[in-house]
């Protein structure tokens, strides 16, 4: 029995376009909710952790230094006094009028291409992408086809939850959820569609699937303080609460990663959690530079907070999304790890030269040949006039394995004009094909970003030469070698410094924020699977 939101989208694709721009209301300047993020007033009143207690992120190595507060681009303040918001410009044409388009035609999402009509401004408003309102663009809905956004033109989103699904979008002009001035608070999604094509696209096939800038992007959601912190304490398998070491203003609801304390951090065995946070709460005994966070179910690990190092805590979680479709996902992820017991592999392993010595140890697990054909989502920000602007904003599903220069965020030669270009207080979370790369581009930001579960170098700067990028307060875990590393013939420069670095002594530390380090003599034990091997060559 078809429901009555079904049946009713039917009757009025029925009514036609005329239907359709009569029931489409404009939205609201600013959403009623969800509020501007706030600090936690309410109290922890549950039973504390034995300690010790650790503060100011501690090290017995170096001085972990913090981002201030001042750093964050559109925070609690900007969003109070928001200002030259895009969508409350006059003058604008809505989605859902023939006039927006270059054929006189409202789309519908049939996998067909669409072009805004040239010198039009267009307000993408809640009740837009279905005729007659009310509705968003759903799975089930289908999707649109490439939307091109020529140079004199601007797309322009409401402050509305919307949800738009499309193979592509062509940005010559400009795209603009929110601004810096006026980041949005409502939740909105970009999902980019299709299966990875055989053979792989083109590198002239910049939009497929993905988000192709040579004009200006503007993606603003809310930014909240820090992006990511540290355990204040060793929070214990079973346990609901985690304490950290910042004053938060996350939000209950939100999904964050809870990074491994353990020696070995791979797809078939590691010690990252997924969490929701139910509460956000302030720990008086402790001062205001705690807080805890209550969890909706236990931990199933323990994770390490004493003062020589202390697990990692990384918002995932965004009010605006920009995500690859469900096709995303590789189709050779299995097996999750390889072994070197069988003749022909040993063979192998020792052609490419590794010693016959750490071979007989038989060693544990590694990466297999596989995790090849993940096909996500892509933004490209291309060329010397091209901006990108982009804070608050979550990636999920993105990045192509193996096509050249489709990664999750990619300044893509913009040259010294990087300087008005950054990616800030985001996340990317399973990525097929590194994190955020800054290529030929100087003078940009990324910054204050959180990244987990990605394949190949995170952070990357792609030739080496950029000069005067600003790299800084960023966070990395999970992240793997692309395809199997003792066969980096196949793959010279593509497997993760981050993973490859990670054995100075017999005792090493799995990567997170910055990459690897060893561990003294007077750090407690590492938790690890019953065999661990590192080659030696």
């Not at 020696?263 to 990252?272: F, I, L, P, Q, V």
């Not at 070197?340 to 297999?368: H, M, N, Q, V, W």
Request: hydrophobic share 40%; aromatic share 6%.
């Amino acid at each position: 029995m078809r429901k009555r939101g079904a049946r009713g989208r039917l009757l009025r694709w029925a009514l036609g376009p005329a239907a359709a721009t009569a029931a489409c209301v404009r939205d609201a300047a600013l959403p009623s909710a969800p509020a501007l993020p706030t600090w936690p007033s309410a109290p922890y009143t549950g039973a504390l952790p034995p300690g010790p207690f650790t503060r100011r992120h501690a090290s017995e190595f170096v001085t972990q230094h913090r981002p201030a507060a001042a750093a964050y681009p559109g925070g609690a303040a900007a969003d109070a006094r928001r200002e030259a918001c895009p969508h409350e410009q006059a003058g604008l044409l809505d989605w859902h009028d023939g006039a927006s388009w270059e054929d006189g035609v409202v789309p519908t999402p049939n996998g067909s291409p669409a072009t805004l009509a040239a010198g039009a401004k267009v307000l993408l408003s809640s009740c837009s992408l279905l005729p007659g309102g009310g509705a968003m663009a759903s799975a089930a809905d289908g999707s649109f086809g490439i939307i091109t956004v020529p140079a004199s033109s601007e797309l322009i989103f409401a402050d509305a939850p919307i949800a738009l699904r499309a193979a592509g979008i062509v940005v010559e002009g400009a795209l603009r959820v929110g601004s810096a001035s006026c980041p949005f608070r409502a939740a909105i999604s970009v999902t980019l569609t299709g299966a990875r094509p055989s053979p792989k696209p083109a590198a002239s096939d910049v939009a497929v699937k993905g988000v192709y800038v040579t004009g200006t992007l503007d993606a603003h959601g809310t930014v909240f303080h820090p992006t990511w912190t540290r355990l204040a304490a060793t929070a214990a398998a079973g346990e609901r609460v985690l304490l950290v070491q910042d004053r938060l203003n996350w939000r209950a609801g939100a999904r964050i990663v809870l990074t491994t304390t353990a020696k070995k951090d791979a797809r078939d065995w590691h010690e990252n959690e997924e969490l929701t946070v139910a509460e956000v709460l302030t720990v008086p005994s402790l001062g205001s530079d705690v807080t805890a966070l209550t969890l909706t179910a236990p931990l199933a690990k323990t994770h390490y907070g004493g003062f020589e190092y202390q697990a990692e805590v990384g918002l995932l979680s965004r009010n605006v999304l920009i995500q690859g479709d469900e096709l995303s996902e590789p189709t050779d992820a299995t097996p999750l790890a390889c072994s070197i017991d069988k003749d022909d592999s040993e063979t192998a392993a020792l052609a490419a030269g590794f010693s016959s010595s750490s071979l007989s140890k038989r060693c544990s697990t590694f990466p297999c040949d596989n995790h090849l054909t993940g096909f996500g989502a892509h933004v490209m920000v291309a060329g010397s006039v091209a901006v990108g602007r982009v804070s608050g904003v979550e990636f999920f599903r993105v990045g192509q394995t193996n096509v050249v220069a489709r990664y999750p965020f990619h300044l893509h030669h913009v040259g010294a004009a990087g300087a008005h270009s950054y990616i800030r207080s985001s996340s990317v979370h399973r990525s097929y094909y590194r994190c955020i790369t800054v290529h030929g581009t100087h003078n940009a930001t990324v910054r204050e970003n959180v990244a987990y579960d990605a394949i190949g170098h995170c952070y990357y700067l792609e030739d080496g030469v950029e000069e005067d990028n600003d790299v800084s307060f960023n966070l990395a875990a999970h992240v793997h070698t692309m395809g199997a590393y003792w066969r980096n013939d196949n793959y010279p420069s593509q497997v993760s410094c981050l993973l490859l670095a990670v054995c100075c002594t017999s005792s090493c530390r799995s990567p997170t924020a910055a990459g690897a380090s060893c561990n003294s003599p007077t750090h407690p034990p590492l938790r690890e699977p019953s065999l661990v091997v590192v080659f030696s060559r």
